[in-house]
Nanobody
């Protein structure tokens, strides 16, 4: 099992940048694929980005491609979502998630953090 804690959310103006971090504790971090998801008010949770165990493969939702970057540091048990050129529609609670490593980064994520709020103002 792995415990995930997100940080770095906040209020930012449209066009600005924000860096989300997720700290993991528990079993060996490097066995997990890691993902970021988000849920806006009144909407279903949606996939944002994912990275495989080694960090050598990433995948992004079309809505964030070219603006967001996911990375990980297995030595520090952290995964980061760097967000730039933020838009109002990026406003949501952002969740860090983990699943056992596998061939599909869009597979079922088993472990979830409690989320961090990102609000993008006009």
């Amino acid at each position: 099992q792995v415990h995930l804690v997100e940080s770095g959310g906040g209020l930012v103006q449209a066009g600005g940048s924000l860096r989300l971090s997720c700290a993991a504790s528990g079993r060996t971090f490097s066995i997990y694929d890691m993902g970021w998801f988000r849920q806006a008010p009144g909407k279903e949770r949606e996939f944002v980005a994912a990275i495989n165990r080694s960090g050598g493969s990433t995948y992004y939702a079309d809505s964030v491609k070219g603006r967001f970057t996911i990375s990980r540091d297995n030595a520090k048990n952290t995964v980061v979502l760097q967000m730039s050129s933020l838009k109002r529609e990026d406003t949501a609670v952002y969740y860090c998630a983990a699943k056992y490593g596998g061939p599909n980064l869009l597979g079922e994520y088993r472990y979830w953090g409690k989320g961090t709020q990102v609000t993008v103002s006009a």
